[in-house]
Structures are given as structure tokens and as C-alpha cells.
């Protein structure tokens, strides 16, 4: 019964599976609304002022690090809770990514596009009241805060124990 218990558990990472697969659905139709923008950046081109200008190119760099976020918990998430590629000269730098620096990388990510958003934010102030700013601020700030202790966590639980069992 343990046995045929543990085969059905390790069985049901192969459901991940389906969320990678809708991941990349959804990062298909991501691509769709970035060729959008793409097109409407370059066809307003020359009657963007410069502020404007910056604002649509955050837009664009926002998206490729939303792009970049879900590809990276597509493929890291496949190789370490479903099953390993198989052609390891295609994906080799997989092995360097687990759990907990994927946490990392996927915090920094969200870091990156808060501090984008924040900038465009700041980039369009008076569309803005003194209290969104503020608030906009406290998010990007505990976006900070937030992936400063995912780092710190991971550091910790990566050094090697220093402490001895007591002998009893």
C-alpha cells in the first residue's frame, strides 16, 4: 500500500505539466500584445515628445522581464519538480538554478519591473496624486524588502551546519 501511495504522489508532479504548458500558451499571447506595442511605438515614432518616447520604451523592457519571468519558472520549475531535460548541451546552465534561486531570480524580476513601473510612474507625476505616489513607493519598497530576506533566507540555509549534535 506505502508503495503504491508513493508512486501516485511522485505521479502527480506530471500535472505541473499542464501549468507549464498554459505558462507558454499565455506567453504566446504575451508576445501578440508586445508586437502590438512594438507597432504602435514605431508607428508614432516621430510624434512622440521624449518623455513619451521613454515611456513606451519602459513599456517594451517591461514586458521582455515579465517574457524573461515566465520562461524562467516554465523551464527552472519543469527541471526541478517534473523531470530533467533530456539533451543537457542545449540546457546546461538548468543545473545551476534550484528552488531557492529561482525565489531569487523570479524577486528580482518583480523588483525590476516595480522599479520600471515607478519610473514611469515618476516619469507621468502630475497624472498622479501625492498619495498613489506614496503608495506606489511602499509597494516598490516592500518589493525590496521582500527579495532582500528571500537572499538572506537562501544564504542561510545554503552554509554548511557549524553545529554538533550533543552526544547524550
Known amino acids: 500500500m506505502?508503495?503504491?501511495v508513493e508512486s501516485i504522489i511522485l505521479a502527480s508532479r506530471w500535472?505541473?505539466?499542464a501549468f507549464y504548458i498554459g505558462l507558454g500558451i499565455a506567453l504566446a499571447l504575451y508576445a501578440i500584445t508586445f508586437g502590438v506595442k512594438l507597432f504602435d511605438f514605431a508607428s508614432h515614432l516621430f510624434d512622440l515628445d521624449e518623455t513619451e518616447t521613454i515611456l513606451k520604451i519602459l513599456a517594451l523592457i517591461d514586458a521582455a522581464l515579465?517574457?524573461?519571468?515566465?520562461v524562467m519558472v516554465i523551464i527552472s520549475g519543469y527541471e526541478n519538480f517534473v523531470s530533467r531535460f533530456d539533451n543537457d548541451d542545449d540546457v546546461h546552465w538548468l543545473g545551476q538554478i534550484d528552488a531557492g534561486s529561482l525565489k531569487i531570480k523570479v524577486a528580482s524580476t518583480?523588483?525590476?519591473i516595480s522599479s520600471i513601473h515607478l519610473l514611469q510612474i515618476f516619469l507621468n507625476v502630475p497624472?498622479?496624486?501625492?498619495?498613489?505616489?506614496m503608495w506606489y513607493t511602499i509597494l516598490h519598497?516592500?518589493?525590496i524588502v521582500s527579495a532582500l530576506f528571500l537572499a538572506l533566507i537562501d544564504k542561510i540555509s545554503k552554509k554548511p551546519g557549524k553545529e554538533k549534535t550533543p552526544d547524550i
Open 66 to 70: 515579465i517574457a524573461s519571468l515566465v
Open 110 to 112: 518583480i523588483v525590476a
Open 15 to 17: 500535472l505541473l505539466v
Open 127 to 133: 497624472k498622479y496624486t501625492d498619495n498613489q505616489i
Open 141 to 143: 519598497l516592500t518589493f
Open 2 to 4: 506505502e508503495i503504491f
